[in-house]
């Protein structure tokens, strides 16, 4: 017997009896060398091929072959063909110098069996599997006859679901059969809805309160309003104890029913069984293949929860969500859980809530129930958990890039993909540096969800991290322009304004912001930054700590340390060693959140309290094995640190040298606190300034000083004028020298005159003056 196989990989698969790539089903065009060599690396992942082994597997008989060109050729024909590129790979990794490496998951279908063409024929059986195979064509083509037809929807095309019109009396089934609609069609790669957020915004528009039911009326006014395709108005009724569920398809343009179903359920505790049913029936209908319905068709009790009172609260929760937002949604999600602990998405949705507040651990709790529930979501709520888990979780910015990318590439229209679009804009490209990546993926998810307000934030931070504020500002504009607006909005533009010096615009934004029921706090947060940055100190502590104040009353005790680890390591950079090490375990009081324990650390280490700071990063290192920013970020720095202070300056250089992540990239400390940008080019400047490396220091300074959109207000933007004059005078260069002292003096015009860099800086400043 010779066993044959089928690869499985993302959306394709590779069939090795046929020689055929396909997606969705749909068999994709690829040549016979490149069609070997994807099948080559595949059957070896995730193992290195090297070329030579592919030489010897394909072109060993061609001895007139230019090889290296044919390979690398036939490698980006791969590449074409599966959407791939070398520089972000999905699919195929190239190892210089050595080969291929396949580095997606693949999963092996069960292997059929052939018959060996060496054994003896058996005839009546041979005719048997003849005459069965002619049955089975006649089926075949009878079912292609059926499902071919001229498609009803395109995939460009986009969906509006009505409210259920529930005339059976029971409340349980209001809402609750809307959102189990959209769960079952969002599994669907062909179709697209309209996201939640857009279809609150345009009822908001349409002068609607957020808990107006969509009528059909309603809905039909939304399709027009988002240029969509078509609306989709279900219906369910009682017939004894029996329950019909009707959906019908109506074209937005002509009012042509484009479907119309219907299917039965003979009690209550059917209905989500039948609700299953008549979504995949509506996909084959309207013009999606029948591989995909089968391979993305988890029934809907599967994917969220057999209790309709759970999926009930769920349903109001998902809706608030979209509406009003996550601190009002958040009873919900957790009275969803209640009702069922094991409701998975329940518990991401948490997760999530959580993250986007600033509470970590909590985050990492729910996110983590819902990782251990995931066999009872559908394929592309996986995705969801899959990142959330390794964003909010185990800190694997790596992992979570890959989960996101393939994710993007599986259910490339589907509503919910916006999310993965928004992590990838506002996490993974990030943390990595990949500005102009997170640029085009926040343009994608605006394109989803145009209404979904802080994708306009992401795209906005990520031009500023480019120094690109102008088209920063416009991305905030065209929110506003569609009358979006949201507290981060405020700094966002404040932000800008600092680095455009238009302190008049900084006024006015934080002035818009103070009273705000949330955001102010961490207005208050930025203010105190920019206080510090200019060295007035005194009045960037009681802006922290009127933030740190309001954040522990709304029982945010995460985001409270986080402000009050800001303030202490402002004053370790400043040189008030005791009130850094007094802040720095007044914060640890509040948390232990990684952000919080590593900017502890380090205020710590560089007030000389070594003892301390290598106990944190010890539990920084013990709690968080797999955390990208803390193997190759925050443990790097803090150990430098710690040899700074045994004076082993070149060990401290050594630490800081680049790694997989690139020091140009933005920390998760400085998502929701606003510390930790460029520190290893700070740290690195002042150890070669203490090893007496002037020319390298002086060129450290100035890697900081040639990003202010990543540096923006933090103390360090300031300081580095400084330390640039030291590096300049410890390399000889006293003119060059003078001019950055007197740029820093510049910005500490109206400075706290006690501060003890303050201090040092007038009497080195004053010296080279006087020997000039």
Same mark, same amino acid.
């Given at each position: ?71 690398n050729a036939a490698v980006n024909k791969v590449r074409q063909a599966l959407g791939d590129a070398s520089d972000s790979p999905r699919y195929i990794e190239t190892v210089p110098g050595q080969g291929y490496r396949f580095v997606a998951p ?450 945010? /005790?995460?985001? @409270?340390?986080?402000?009050?680890? #800001?303030? !202490?390591?402002?004053? =370790?950079?400043? +040189?008030?060693? %005791?009130? *850094? ?8 009081? /509040?948390?232990? @959140?990684?952000?919080?324990?590593? #900017?502890? !650390?380090?205020?710590? =280490?560089?007030? +000389?309290?070594? %003892?301390? *700071? ?159």
């Open positions: 017997m010779v066993e044959m196989k089928c690869h499985r990989f993302g959306p394709f698969d590779l069939d090795a009896e046929a020689g055929e790539l396909r997606k969705f089903g749909i068999r994709i065009k690829i040549q016979r060398q490149p069609f070997q060599i994807l099948l080559t690396l595949v059957k070896k992942a995730p193992l290195l091929v090297s070329r030579e082994d592919l030489r010897q597997a394909i072109w060993a008989s061609d001895t007139y072959v230019d090889f290296d060109h044919s390979l693949v999963e092996q279908p069960p292997a059929e069996k052939i018959e060996n063409a060496s054994a003896p024929i058996d005839w009546p059986k041979r005719r048997n599997a003849i005459l069965f195979a002619a049955a089975s064509a006649a089926i075949l083509i009878a079912v292609y006859l059926s499902f071919h037809r001229a498609p009803k929807l395109t995939d460009k095309d986009t969906i509006v679901l009505a409210d259920f019109v529930n005339t059976t009396g029971d409340p349980v089934f209001d809402g609750t059969l809307r959102r189990g609609l959209a769960i079952q069609l969002e599994q669907s790669p062909f179709l697209s809805l309209i996201p939640e957020e857009r279809v609150q915004r345009a009822l908001h528009l349409m002068g609607q309160p957020a808990d107006a039911r969509i009528t059909p009326e309603l809905a039909r006014e939304v399709c027009e309003r988002t240029s969509s395709a078509a609306v989709l108005e279900g219906t369910i009724s009682s017939l004894g104890s029996q329950y019909v569920l009707g959906l019908r398809a109506k074209s937005c343009r002509t009012g042509d029913i484009l479907d119309d179903e219907q299917v039965q359920a003979s009690k209550k505790e059917d209905v989500l069984r039948a609700l299953t049913q008549i979504a995949s029936k509506f996909r084959t209908r309207i013009g999606e293949s029948l591989i995909s319905v089968q391979r993305y068709d988890t029934p809907l009790a599967e994917a969220t929860t057999p209790s309709l009172e759970a999926l009930k609260t769920y349903s109001t929760a998902y809706r608030i969500l979209s509406s009003t937002g996550s601190t009002a949604a958040l009873p919900y999600f957790d009275r969803a859980i209640q009702i069922d602990p094991k409701f998975a998405m329940a518990h991401a949705f948490l997760g999530r809530i959580y993250a986007d507040v600033g509470d970590s651990v909590r985050s990492a709790r729910e996110t983590r129930s819902a990782r251990t529930l995931r066999d009872r979501v559908s394929e592309h709520e996986k995705f969801f958990i899959d990142a959330s888990y390794d964003l909010q979780v185990t800190g694997n910015f790596e992992k979570a890039q890959q989960t996101c990318e393939l994710w993007t590439q599986v259910f490339p229209r589907a509503a919910g993909t916006s999310t993965a679009h928004g992590f990838l804009t506002g996490f993974t490209y990030p943390v990595f540096a990949k500005y102009e990546k997170a640029v085009e993926e926040g343009k994608k998810w605006i394109d989803a969800d145009p209404d979904f307000a802080i994708a306009y934030v992401g795209l906005s931070y990520n031009y500023q991290s480019l120094d690109r504020f102008d088209e920063a500002a416009d991305s905030i504009k065209r929110a506003t322009d569609r009358k979006l607006e949201i507290p981060e909005f405020f700094v966002q533009r404040y932000d800008l304004a600092f680095l455009k010096g238009d302190r008049r615009e900084m006024e006015r934004q934080a002035a818009l912001a103070h009273g705000m029921p949330s955001g102010e706090d961490w207005t208050l947060d930025h203010e105190a930054y920019v206080a510090a940055y200019f060295g007035q100190l005194e009045k960037a502590r009681k802006l922290a700590r009127r933030a740190a104040d309001l954040a522990q009353k709304s029982s945010q /005790l995460e985001r @409270a340390a986080l402000y009050q680890t #800001g303030e !202490a390591l402002w004053e =370790a950079f400043l +040189g008030n060693v %005791p009130e *850094a090490k007094r802040g720095a375990r007044e914060a640890l009081k /509040l948390s232990k @959140a990684r952000d919080v324990e590593f #900017g502890a !650390a380090f205020a710590l =280490a560089y007030s +000389g309290d070594s %003892p301390l *700071a290598e106990t944190l990063a010890t539990d920084l290192e013990t709690r968080f094995p797999e955390d990208t920013a803390v193997r190759f970020t925050y443990l790097p720095e803090l150990r430098a640190l710690l040899a700074r202070n045994q004076h082993d300056f070149e060990k401290a250089i050594d630490l800081l040298q680049p790694g997989p992540v690139d020091e140009l990239g933005s920390p998760p400390s400085t998502f929701f606190a606003f510390f930790g940008g460029l520190y290893p080019a700070y740290l690195r400047g002042e150890a070669r300034l203490l090893a007496h490396q002037g020319v390298e220091g002086a060129a450290e300074f100035e890697k900081i000083l040639n990003h202010p959109g990543i540096v923006v207000s933090q103390p360090i933007g300031a300081l580095a004028h400084l330390q640039l004059a030291r590096a300049l005078q410890s390399s000889g260069d006293n003119a060059k020298a003078r001019s950055a002292y007197e740029a820093f003096l510049t910005l500490w015009k109206d400075a706290d005159h006690d501060i003890p860099i303050f201090i040092q800086a007038r009497g080195e400043y004053a010296k080279l003056y006087s020997g000039r």
